[in-house]
């Protein structure tokens, strides 16, 4: 394991050179994880070395895997059709972005980058002139049969402008985060408006020693609130407002069952007096002892959850940026 051959030249981002060593994984270990928990090789198809190495920007205080290994549209079009919550139809950042949409009285035209299913474009296409781009080629299937206008064209193809751009977590899945800025920004009109969301990295999962969605080959960076702060200031653009989800009690659940739930031994693994049981008897003690620790759990949920409201931060965090003419 060469850390040094691996040192990125500069951030992605603000440029600079002062990048440190956060975290690394190895890359049969995450493989084997993502076997056993979703089902599916995500790396088969790409180009990887033995380990993620993961860096955090001393200056724009962004965290980065370098090289980034970026899954594609096969990757996304597999997680979507694998698990029907990867595209989420009632998101918390849906809800305040609707909110805070409304009070901007000069937006007509609007463009989301990576618009998935288009959950959020269903619900403001009958207010604006709402245009999306993605590359999942089930999802621009899923919105155009929805009548919603939605195509597989890149950003920097786009030639109109608009009010407003929405990314809801989609800066994260990219490798040249200041290429999307500058794509972005290219095609907001003047004194127009950028509204992104994206995973806090202080959020209730940074306790963990690896989750795999927010990893390459799904996640390949993090932004902080003082990474919005630097993107002001590295794109002279105005903050508006900054938004931090709530801890939601779906993801307090995740999060607890990670330190409490035991994993299930295989049949083949079980000492001969429990295959015994379960073969005669058709009494399985591992289900049956996970059956009771589950028990305890949602007691210990039930009462725990309004207190971690107040000391686990959620998700995700968003920000709105207005372009200065």
């Given at each position: 394991m060469n850390f040094i051959a691996n040192q990125p030249k500069g951030c992605p981002l603000c440029g600079?050179?002062?990048?440190?060593?956060?975290?690394?994984?190895?890359?049969?270990?995450?493989?084997?994880?993502?076997?056993?928990?979703?089902g599916f090789d995500p790396f088969d198809r790409l180009e990887t070395g033995d380990h993620l190495f993961q860096y955090r920007c001393l200056d724009c205080d962004m965290r980065f895997y370098h090289p980034a290994i970026c899954g594609d549209g096969e990757f996304y079009k597999e997680l979507s059709t694998r698990f029907v919550w990867y595209y989420e139809k009632d998101k918390w950042e849906f809800d305040v972005a609707a909110d805070l949409i409304s009070q901007l009285t000069d937006?007509?035209?609007?463009?989301?980058?990576?618009?998935?299913q288009g959950h959020f474009l269903t619900r403001m296409h009958n207010l604006y002139n709402c245009q999306g781009v993605e590359f999942n080629p089930?999802?621009?299937?899923?919105?155009?049969?929805?009548?919603?206008?939605?195509?597989s064209s890149t950003l920097r193809s786009i030639e109109?402008?608009?009010?407003?751009?929405?990314?809801?977590?989609?800066?994260?899945?990219?490798?040249?985060?200041?290429?999307?800025?500058?794509?972005?920004?290219?095609?907001?009109?003047?004194?127009?408006?950028l509204l992104l969301a994206v995973p806090n990295p202080e959020g209730y999962f940074s306790e963990a020693d690896r989750v795999l969605l927010d990893m390459p080959p799904h996640h390949v960076l993090s932004l902080s609130k003082?990474?919005?702060?630097?993107?002001?200031?590295?794109?002279?653009?105005?903050?508006?407002?900054?938004?931090?989800?709530?801890?939601?009690?779906?993801?307090?659940?995740?999060?607890?069952?990670n330190f409490i739930l035991p994993d299930l031994p295989t049949a083949e693994k079980q000492p001969l007096l429990k295959r015994l049981m379960r073969r005669f008897l058709g009494i399985d003690l591992?289900?049956?002892?996970?059956?009771?620790?589950?028990?305890?759990?949602?007691?210990?949920?039930?009462?725990?959850?309004?207190?971690?409201?107040?000391?686990?931060?959620?998700?995700?965090?968003?920000?709105?940026?207005?372009?200065i003419a």
């Open positions: 600079s050179g002062r990048a440190q060593l956060h975290r690394w994984h190895s890359i049969a270990d995450v493989r084997a994880e993502w076997k056993q928990g979703l937006v007509r035209r609007l463009l989301e980058v990576g618009c998935g089930k999802a621009i299937e899923d919105c155009q049969a929805k009548g919603l206008n939605v195509s109109t402008s608009f009010d407003l751009v929405v990314a809801f977590e989609v800066l994260e899945h990219l490798s040249n985060p200041r290429e999307f800025m500058e794509d972005a920004l290219r095609v907001v009109k003047p004194n127009g408006y003082k990474t919005f702060e630097n993107i002001a200031k590295i794109f002279q653009l105005e903050i508006v407002n900054i938004q931090q989800e709530p801890l939601r009690f779906a993801h307090y659940k995740s999060y607890i069952s591992d289900v049956e002892r996970r059956k009771v620790v589950e028990q305890l759990t949602a007691i210990q949920l039930a009462t725990s959850y309004p207190i971690a409201k107040d000391g686990l931060t959620g998700q995700t965090h968003m920000v709105l940026f207005r372009k």
